[in-house]
């Protein structure tokens, strides 16, 4: 199964189209807001209202042999743990030997911009190579996550 963090994700049609290529049910899951597919390998799944709820619904049920499709980094952990493959937006993978220091470095930059209020983000566009490294990764962790 494919378990998509729909907030803000920048690739979920890219996802419906490779998902459904290898015929693997997806759960694209939000707070609202995202207009449901007649695909039926699609499930939408929307969630109450609230700090991280579709992330805690993802987190319960991803296991071993799963994908997770994601830019939050402690849900990513948690998947990981669970045994589920995670790719962020842009393509790169999080696994076992890299998620603590992606944390640590998330932790450490949320460290950075509170003690500095005028301090803006330095975040880049979503751009086409991102979406094409996306494509590319995904397709290989699909392949993975069949071989489990």
Known sequence: MIYVDADACPVKAEVERVGTRHKVKMFVVSNGGIRPTQNPFVETV????????????????????????TGDIPLASKCIEAGALVIKHNGDMLTEKNIGNTLAT???????????????????????????????????????????
Do not use: H, N, Y
């Open 46 to 69: 929307v969630v109450p209202d609230g700090p991280d709820v579709a992330d805690m619904w993802i987190a319960d049920r991803a296991t071993k042999g799963d994908v997770v499709v």
């Open 106 to 148: 998330r932790d450490l930059m949320a460290d950075l911009r509170a003690a500095d209020p005028f301090r803006q983000g330095s975040g880049k566009p979503f751009s086409k190579a991102d979406r094409s490294r996306f494509l590319d990764g995904l397709e290989r962790v699909l392949r993975q996550a069949a071989r489990t």
